[in-house]
């Protein structure tokens, strides 16, 4: 059974080629997106890591499976104290099981399944928030819109006043021109 998402076999115990127990998947290391190798713990008060390449393992129901034989695997060291695989212990690993593992570009580690989970949890976090501001931005800028159409009907409408206040004061200028001098008023 191919395995879509391995680093979900975490704490399954894994086989050897021949269907003994070597002891459990306790870490996957990825390339970007590609598992490369897996650490399995062994010994049951030492618990020892242990770097088996990933790329031919398979499912069974309950178990990991990897084509190579248990010494093989006990044989090989695991990763860094810091828990990082290095490209040193990469060529290590690839030599020890005559294979290939895809990962020639040079010098770096690869990223474990838990700082990679964190990584994946924070850019969804990332992008929720650039999209809750997107949004924010959007409403602001509708909100902004609104605001200058209402601010340009305003300027209209105090337009409108002054211009209708000119025409009344036009006709009361025009009101009293026609009507002439005012009358003297006579005290008496």
Same mark, same amino acid.
């Given at each position: 059974?191919?395995?879509?998402?391995?680093?979900?076999?975490?704490? /399954?115990?894994?086989?050897?080629?021949?269907?003994?127990?070597?002891?459990?998947?306790?870490?996957?290391?990825?390339?970007?997106?590609?598992?490369?190798?897996?650490?399995?713990?062994?010994?049951?008060?030492?618990?020892?890591?242990?770097?088996?390449?990933?790329?031919?393992?398979?499912?069974?129901?309950?178990?990991? /499976?990897? +084509?190579? +034989?248990?010494?093989?695997?006990?044989?090989?060291?695991?990763?860094? +104290?810091?828990?990082?695989?290095?490209?040193?212990?990469?060529?290590?690993?690839?030599?020890?099981?005559?294979?290939?593992?895809?990962?020639?570009?040079?010098?770096?580690?690869?990223?474990?399944?838990?700082?990679?989970?964190?990584?994946?949890?924070?850019?969804?976090?990332?992008?929720?928030?650039?999209?809750?501001?997107? @949004?924010?931005?959007?409403?602001?800028?509708?909100?902004?819109?609104?605001?200058?159409?209402?601010?340009?009907?305003?300027?209209?409408?105090?337009?409108?006043?002054?211009?209708?206040? /000119?025409?009344?004061? @036009?006709?009361?200028?025009?009101? @009293?021109?026609?009507?002439?001098?005012?009358?003297?008023?006579?005290?008496?």
């Amino acid at each position: 059974m191919k395995i879509e998402h391995i680093e979900q076999w975490i704490g /399954r115990d894994v086989l050897d080629g021949d269907g003994e127990k070597v002891g459990k998947l306790s870490e996957v290391h990825f390339d970007g997106d590609r598992p490369v190798v897996g650490e399995i713990s062994t010994g049951r008060i030492s618990k020892k890591q242990h770097l088996v390449p990933l790329r031919e393992a398979s499912a069974t129901r309950d178990d990991l /499976r990897v +084509p190579y +034989p248990k010494d093989t695997i006990t044989a090989v060291g695991g990763p860094a +104290p810091d828990g990082s695989v290095t490209h040193e212990e990469l060529a290590a690993v690839a030599q020890a099981y005559g294979v290939h593992l895809g990962v020639d570009d040079g010098p770096r580690t690869l990223e474990g399944s838990k700082a990679r989970e964190a990584r994946l949890a924070a850019a969804a976090a990332a992008l929720a928030r650039a999209e809750e501001l997107e @949004r924010e931005a959007a409403l602001r800028a509708e909100e902004t819109q609104a605001a200058e159409e209402r601010a340009r009907e305003a300027a209209d409408a105090v337009e409108q006043a002054r211009a209708a206040q /000119r025409s009344a004061e @036009r006709a009361a200028a025009e009101a @009293r021109a026609q009507a002439g001098p005012a009358p003297a008023t006579t005290t008496a």
